[in-house]
């Protein structure tokens, strides 16, 4: 039986976005939560799918048609997707489920397209995210396109602070408001991605800090983050890298050192009011981005 596998990492939220030069932008991270697809052949038999996600199926017939193969043969493919990236938080769990999907039908084709292709190629769907990319980079989501590399964020870890709550990323894009409050803090974006640049050549972690906390601010006439205030105060008292938000989300990072113990810091959030909407408190790795071949840790099988 002819088999395919892909992963994709999410993000937890982005470090700026918002509108650079003339084109709205973002800036993301990614951890180490992924979403996992396994496709098969169908034997002739009616396909299985193990998924409702359209889109997933969308992205496996656009690569069938790029390498010349009858979209409809696309659609033969038992497809099974599982993740674990929470959904409706701003941790790119939809970008994650197509980027893998699309990975697993290229392992079942034995082709390969680049970071640069397959963004493209999702962003005729959705707009996306540069969680296919290895590296840190500034973005154009809606032409998934990369507009400058930045560089990578090692030997990092994040503490996740998740709510219950949830935002569509598509339903709050496509409010009227959001594209004229986008255009309203251009300014601020704008600088808080040239900080953001600086402080990734310069190696200099507080530039990168005032350029997420900035974005943050500026989010506030499209989106309120709870204790925002409250939580980059903890932060910069404890030292942290940096906090950054989920910009058309409801998840919030704070960004430290992977041999830190932060023990006393996730005491401190479980014991304020921020854990009255925060729920869920937890510390995750910040990993290099990219769109993983094969059965990326084994336990993605199709049950007999």
């Avoid at 033969?76 to 039908?105: E, Y």
């Avoid at 990319?133 to 870890?157: M, T, Y």
């Avoid at 709510?163 to 986008?182: A, E, F, Q």
Wanted: hydrophobic share 35%.
């Amino acid at each position: 039986m002819k088999k395919g596998y892909g992963s994709c990492p999410g993000t937890c939220g982005e470090l700026v976005q918002g509108i650079s030069g003339n084109k709205e932008s973002i800036s993301s991270y990614c951890i180490d939560l992924f979403s996992r697809v396994m496709v098969w052949d169908s034997d002739g038999g009616d396909p299985t799918y193990k998924t409702r996600k359209r889109k997933s199926l969308d992205a496996i017939g656009l690569v069938f048609e790029h390498f010349g193969y009858d979209k409809s043969e696309s659609e033969k493919l038992n497809i099974i997707i599982k993740s674990n990236i929470p959904v409706g938080k701003g941790m790119a769990s939809s970008t994650a489920d197509i980027g893998a999907s699309v990975m697993a039908v290229l392992d079942y084709l034995n082709r390969d397209m680049s970071p640069d292709l397959i963004s493209k190629l999702v962003a005729k769907i959705e707009p996306t995210d540069s969680i296919f990319h290895k590296e840190v980079c500034i973005f154009d989501p809606i032409n998934g396109e990369v507009r400058e590399s930045l560089g990578l964020l090692a030997n990092k870890k994040v503490l996740v602070l998740e709510p219950n709550s949830k935002i569509s990323t598509v339903r709050l894009r496509g409010n009227k408001s959001y594209h004229r409050d986008i255009l309203k803090n251009k300014c601020l974006t704008d600088n808080s991605f040239e900080m953001l640049k600086r402080g990734f050549r310069s190696g200099d972690v507080d530039l990168i800090g005032k350029a997420c906390k900035n974005s943050a601010f500026a989010n506030e006439l499209i989106k309120k983050t709870p204790f925002l205030e409250e939580i980059i105060e903890i932060s910069e008292r404890h030292r942290f890298d940096f906090v950054n938000i989920a910009h058309t989300g409801t998840v919030v990072g704070m960004v430290f050192d992977e041999d830190r113990n932060i023990k006393n810091v996730i005491d401190e959030l479980r014991d304020s009011r921020i854990s009255e909407e925060y729920k869920r408190i937890y510390v995750r790795s910040v990993i290099d981005g990219g769109l993983r071949r094969g059965d990326y840790d084994g336990r993605l099988h199709k049950k007999t």
